[in-house]
């Protein structure tokens, strides 16, 4: 039995890598259907422009091809890239994003969606708004409110123009009020809820809300009525007292 092991052992090894090479290549030669999710990403888009709709971030991609190519592929690695330098205001569409895929030969895309994408594009404006203070409630009783401010007065917001012509204002998260008793300064964040458009710089503002007492009315009692004389009868002449 051992002889039958031991005899032409050097053959035997030569055998065995041979059957592992060979298995290697079949496993590497397999054709593949893999799926990933791509970053569909944006670049240079001129800064005096701005996208104003809804653009995927991600696109589903499925690639074929042998089994040893795509075991070298990272998710991370793979990108779909869109360049906006040379558009123009309007709407176009990017079609067969496929071939926007950078890919090692012998890989191919076999499914994509989206398959293209419409990108409306618009000028950039800037707008200065006033911060209008919202109050969640009212002073407590015997207390009024005598003056309320922000600082700054208006704050700078930016984007598509479409969206710019609609802002009229820009509002503060609620103060609330209850249980104040005294004048007070207090920064808070503002409320901006718009798609595509945005701050330019400032998120928060600072407002002094002045706090006094109502004035006390003093009520004065009602006089007491004054009596009247009684009436004399009215008497002709000639009648007797």
């Known amino acids: 039995m051992i002889k039958l092991v031991t005899e032409n052992w050097s053959l035997k090894v030569l055998s065995l890598a041979f059957a592992i090479f060979l298995w290697f290549f079949i496993m590497g030669e397999s054709q593949l259907e893999v799926g990933y999710t791509v970053p569909l990403e944006m670049q240079k888009l001129p800064p005096d422009l701005v996208i104003a709709n809804q653009v995927p971030s991600l696109v589903d991609v499925r690639i074929t091809g042998p089994r040893a190519l795509l075991m070298k592929i990272s998710p991370t690695d793979i990108a779909i890239a869109v360049d906006l330098s040379d558009l123009k205001p309007g709407l176009t569409s990017f079609k067969r994003l496929e071939e926007r895929l950078s890919l090692p030969s012998g890989l191919r895309v076999t499914r994509l969606s989206p398959s293209f994408i419409d990108i409306r594009i618009e000028r950039r404006q800037d707008k200065l708004v006033p911060i209008k203070i919202v109050l969640a409630d009212d002073p407590d009783p015997g207390y009024r409110i005598a003056g309320i401010s922000a600082s700054p007065p208006k704050v700078k917001v930016s984007g598509a123009e479409s969206e710019i012509i609609a802002i009229s204002e820009v509002m503060t998260e609620p103060v ?5 008793t005294e004048s007070f300064s207090q920064i808070v964040p503002l409320v901006y809820e718009r798609t595509y458009t945005d ?7 600072e407002i002094h809300i002045e706090i006094e007492a109502e004035p006390i009315v003093e009520v004065l009692p009602e006089p007491p009525a004054a009596e009247s004389a009684p009436l004399e009868p009215i008497r002709k002449q000639g009648e007797s007292q």
Request: no cysteine; hydrophobic share 60%; glycine share 8%.
């Open 176 to 180: 609330v009020l209850k249980g104040v």
């Open 199 to 205: 701050f330019v710089d400032m998120r928060t503002a």
